[in-house]
């Protein structure tokens, strides 16, 4: 059977724990170990894929100061119609189409994010919690003003 390299990770990973390694762990703690048991090596594809990550991670960080005074993100990536992989474009020149599809695409990622949250915090509230279940609130609305009242200061 063929894994794919997520799939080889996670089950290096479950070799890692049953071997008796420190648990929690982290990615370098791990990686330290993949790498020493000869586990994992470089390709040119995951050195292309790795470049290109912290590329990513580079523009998703750059910040600018915007005429009112407010911190906003440069570079927004957007996966159009026809695109094998999202397109990056500066907030200075991107097309409004462009901002769209990405602050759209952020939001629904944000979505992801909270049904998942919320996914596990019921399965651990069902599962594992035998004191008082752990209780989230979806509505970010006065995080916001708090944020942006504090901003303001």
């Known amino acids: 059977m063929a894994y794919t390299y ?7 990973i479950g070799r890692y724990r049953e071997e008796g390694n420190s648990w929690p762990a982290t990615t370098r703690d791990m990686a330290v170990w993949l790498i ?11 050195v292309i894929r790795r ?3 912290d ?3 580079a523009m998703r960080e750059e910040y600018t100061t915007d005429p ?3 911190s906003v993100r440069t570079k927004h990536a957007a996966r159009l119609e026809g695109e094998q992989a999202p397109l990056w474009a500066d907030i200075h020149d991107a097309s409004p189409d462009h901002m ?3 602050l759209q695409q952020r939001r629904q990622q944000i979505v992801g994010d909270c049904k998942q949250l ?4 019921d ?8 004191d008082r279940h752990i209780q989230l609130s979806f509505d970010f609305t006065r995080d916001l003003e708090e944020l942006e009242a504090m901003e303001g200061d």
């Open 51 to 53: 470049c290109a990550a």
């Open 6 to 12: 997520s799939e080889q990770l996670r089950r290096h």
């Open 36 to 46: 020493g048991n000869n586990l994992w090596e470089e390709s040119s594809e995951s």
């Open 55 to 57: 590329l990513a991670t």
């Open 123 to 130: 399965s651990y509230n069902d599962n594992y919690n035998t």
């Open 118 to 121: 919320k996914t596990d915090m």
């Open 100 to 102: 769209r599809v990405a």
């Open 68 to 70: 009112q005074g407010r």
